[in-house]
């Protein structure tokens, strides 16, 4: 078992990103969230520089999973360049070995991957088909779907449904997710080789 730091945008966000890694991963990996007290645009501050190292060496991880969000279209190469240089930047901080998880506009793209369960818990018949990288304000979506609802959508609910999530459908319905689960088994391969 080997230990992996996640740093991300909130807490909710890196508890819900180990949930979901678990599914399939648990018994190879403990994940440790890295830089709590740092939230959203923090992370692009100078604090980082000195609190996440700090944190690695504590956890005595491996490597780190950076969990950002892109806000934007793949296709917007400005937000998608600058989200890269923060990476690997930051990441030549600390070892040179993470791996960055890049959510098309926001976390919520990954719940749309597996819609089915998200309408079993929250009662409703949103029908969504496609990669759901190709929705704007997935967020807002997942809460116009569940404005009539007896339950409501909030960010905050995104911990416990990841837990909820089918890993295998959200893997093959997210091209990014798809992407960053190939490199994350690319490099577990070669740390137990």
């Given at each position: 078992m080997i230990n992996v730091g996640l740093v991300g945008e909130d807490p909710n966000d890196t508890v819900a990103i180990s949930k979901l890694l678990s599914k399939k991963y648990a018994e190879k990996i403990r994940?440790?969230?890295?830089?709590?007290?740092?939230?959203?645009?923090?992370?692009?501050?100078?604090?980082?520089?000195?609190?996440?190292?700090?944190?690695?060496?504590?956890?005595?991880?491996?490597?780190?999973?950076?969990?950002?969000?892109?806000?934007?279209?793949?296709?917007?190469?400005?937000?998608?360049?600058?989200?890269?240089?923060?990476?690997?930047t930051l990441d030549a901080r600390i070892n040179g070995q993470g791996i960055l998880l890049l959510n098309i506009w926001e976390l919520e793209c990954?719940?749309?991957?597996?819609?089915?369960?998200?309408?079993?818990?929250?009662?409703?018949?949103?029908?969504?088909?496609?990669?759901?990288?190709?929705?704007?304000?997935?967020?807002?979506?997942?809460?116009?779907?569940?404005?009539?609802?007896?339950k409501k959508y909030q960010e905050s609910h995104c911990r416990d449904i990841f837990g909820d999530l089918d890993f295998e459908k959200v893997s093959k319905n997210c091209s990014p997710f798809r992407t960053f689960i190939k490199n994350l088994d690319e490099k577990l391969s070669k740390e137990r080789s």
């Open positions: 994940f440790h969230s890295l830089a709590k007290r740092l939230r959203g645009c923090q992370l692009d501050s100078p604090k980082i520089l000195k609190t996440l190292p700090i944190d690695f060496k504590d956890k005595e991880c491996e490597f780190i999973i950076y969990v950002r969000d892109l806000d934007g279209f793949s296709s917007e190469k400005a937000k998608f360049e600058a989200k890269n240089k923060w990476f690997t990954l719940i749309l991957g597996d819609i089915e369960t998200f309408n079993r818990l929250y009662n409703v018949n949103c029908n969504f088909k496609g990669d759901p990288v190709m929705i704007k304000d997935p967020k807002g979506f997942l809460m116009k779907e569940t404005a009539k609802s007896k």
